[in-house]
């Protein structure tokens, strides 16, 4: 197991020493610790910043850590301007900026995603097409203006099977976030009996004009639920 997240300096002294004709390093790297006792002192967000001052072959980075339970925590560093077309398993230490190239986002906290949240990944992450939402812990405040509506043009894909019911209301219901294209939700039964208040509420409330496949964790069936996908 890893003692420290990998930063600048381990970097450099590891591999990128070795590479005297590199002019460019783009990177993403996530660092997983687990910290199976008391006495592991692990760097700061501060600290992986400044690992990497002074090495002109980085230019210029960004970094956070999430700490994901009481033994286990996760260091990522990247390149800017950000490059890749995923990124995984961020959390709410996220600290936003331009990822206009990410198409694919896995979110996972033990902490709930706020409104607030989602917001930011609506405007920094503005191209996703598949989002995985990882939280089991129910929001704490649920009360949104028509100013804060949330619009994603591209989603297509949103897996919602390992989240709250409260994250299916988040993103299903169009008073709160806007899904123009969404083709493929992954979503628990029970989420969508709850929402659709077992499919009574009117079937424009609803994100489902769209899906042309829907994926439940269990077989279901209700007359009731037709309307609400007509392009099943």
Same mark, same amino acid.
Request: aromatic share 16%; glycine share 2%.
């Given at each position: 197991?890893?003692?420290?997240?990998i930063d600048?300096i381990?970097?450099y002294?590891e591999?990128l020493?070795h590479?005297?004709? #590199?002019?460019n390093?783009?990177f993403?790297?996530?660092t997983?610790?687990y910290?199976?006792n008391?006495n592991i002192?692990l760097?700061?967000n501060? %600290?992986?910043?400044?690992?990497f001052i002074?090495k002109?072959?980085?230019?210029?980075?960004?970094s956070?850590?999430n700490?994901?339970?009481?033994?286990e925590?996760?260091?990522?560093?990247?390149? #800017?301007?950000?490059?890749?077309?995923y990124?995984?398993?961020?959390?709410?230490?996220f600290?936003?900026?331009?990822?206009h190239?990410v198409r694919?986002?896995?979110?996972i %906290?033990?902490?709930?995603?706020?409104h607030?949240?989602?917001q930011?990944?609506?405007h920094d992450?503005?191209?996703?097409?598949?989002?995985r939402?990882?939280?089991d812990?129910?929001?704490?405040? @649920? @009360?949104?203006?028509s100013t804060?509506l949330?619009?994603?043009?591209?989603?297509?894909?949103?897996d919602?099977?390992?989240?709250?019911?409260?994250?299916?209301?988040?993103?299903?219901?169009? @008073?709160i976030?806007y899904l123009?294209?969404?083709?493929n939700?992954?979503?628990?039964c029970?989420?969508?009996i709850?929402i659709?208040?077992?499919?009574?509420? %009117?079937t424009?409330?609803?994100?489902?004009?769209r899906v042309k %496949?829907?994926y439940?964790d @269990?077989?279901?069936?209700?007359?009731k639920?037709?309307?609400?996908?007509?392009?099943?």
């Amino acid at each position: 197991y890893r003692l420290n997240y990998i930063d600048g300096i381990q970097l450099y002294n590891e591999l990128l020493c070795h590479m005297n004709k #590199l002019n460019n390093f783009t990177f993403n790297i996530q660092t997983l610790v687990y910290r199976r006792n008391n006495n592991i002192n692990l760097s700061s967000n501060e %600290d992986i910043q400044r690992s990497f001052i002074g090495k002109e072959i980085y230019k210029q980075i960004n970094s956070y850590i999430n700490i994901n339970s009481s033994i286990e925590s996760k260091c990522h560093i990247y390149s #800017l301007p950000y490059q890749f077309e995923y990124l995984l398993e961020i959390n709410n230490s996220f600290p936003g900026g331009i990822f206009h190239t990410v198409r694919y986002l896995v979110v996972i %906290d033990i902490i709930p995603f706020e409104h607030n949240f989602f917001q930011i990944i609506s405007h920094d992450i503005p191209f996703i097409e598949i989002l995985r939402i990882r939280n089991d812990q129910p929001q704490k405040y @649920k @009360k949104y203006s028509s100013t804060e509506l949330i619009t994603c043009h591209h989603l297509k894909l949103l897996d919602l099977v390992l989240a709250h019911d409260d994250y299916a209301e988040q993103f299903l219901s169009k @008073k709160i976030t806007y899904l123009p294209h969404l083709f493929n939700p992954y979503i628990k039964c029970e989420s969508l009996i709850m929402i659709t208040n077992i499919f009574t509420i %009117d079937t424009t409330y609803f994100n489902f004009s769209r899906v042309k %496949d829907l994926y439940l964790d @269990k077989s279901f069936f209700s007359e009731k639920s037709h309307p609400y996908f007509p392009m099943l």
